[in-house]
């Protein structure tokens, strides 16, 4: 029987749960060894250290779904985690991926697409329903379309910006006179239709051109 995938479910909704239990268990080569209704209860059963891959909603009373991936990824790392949620923003998509979750599906997938998708993420693979892969696509095109608007030097002094340094800062750390900087900050202004240093941050953050504390 070493060839069954064994699984881990983490719902709290009962009847969801119950439903994933009953046609995984129809397939020769998958076996629920542990099925809870919270993150806690899951890393509190001794189940947890014989699965092969859990099943993990986001909005779980007590932890949720996101710092269950994190634990998941600290304590059990060759676990592999899909996340089944009725979440479909960018702000879950990317925090779910960033915490370790090698999946991303909306609840409402059949049984043979879930059944497939834990057969994929087993073998190495990332299921992702096709329009949450579209959302994530989308997002990565909208950056690189945004850097290519920002030349290099433009996207180094935005960087700048985001530490709260002043132009003269600015100017001395890239070797760049108060007035060559205030050039290029106009011109990022302009390319990214914004009117202060705030919103020029935000929006690079947003588009992934800079990141936090970079």
């Known amino acids: ?3 069954v995938i064994k699984i881990g479910i983490v719902e709290d909704n009962e009847y969801m749960r119950e439903g994933w239990e009953t046609f995984i268990e129809h397939e020769d080569d998958l076996s629920v060894i542990g099925s809870f209704g919270s993150c806690e209860e899951a890393f509190e059963s001794t189940a947890i250290n014989r699965v092969d ?5 986001i909005g ?3 932890m949720t779904g996101i710092e269950g991936v994190k634990y998941m990824r600290e304590h059990h790392p060759d676990v592999n985690i899909i996340m089944a949620t009725i979440h479909d923003d960018d702000d879950h998509i990317f925090d779910a991926l960033k915490a370790g979750a090698v999946g991303y599906l909306m609840k ?3 049984p043979d697409e879930l059944v497939e998708a834990i057969r994929n993420a087993h073998e190495g693979g990332s299921p992702i329903t096709p329009n949450i892969a579209r959302k994530i696509i989308s997002t990565f095109q909208q950056a690189a379309d945004m850097e290519e608007e920002l ?3 433009e996207i180094q002094i935005l960087n700048q910006l985001s530490t709260g340094r002043s132009y003269a800062a600015i100017g001395k750390e890239i070797y760049l006179s108060v ?3 205030r050039h290029h900050i106009r011109n990022i202004y302009q390319k990214l239709e914004v009117h202060s240093r705030s919103e020029a941050i935000a929006k690079g953050i947003n588009k992934k051109i800079i990141r936090p504390n970079d």
Not at 53 to 57: A, G, P, T, V
Request: hydrophobic share 40%; charged share 30%; glycine share 10%.
């Open 1 to 3: 029987m070493d060839h």
């Open 179 to 181: 007035d060559g900087v």
């Open 60 to 62: 779980l009373p007590g």
């Open 151 to 153: 030349s290099e030097r």
């Open 108 to 110: 409402k997938v059949t």
């Open 53 to 57: 891959l859990m099943i993990m909603d």
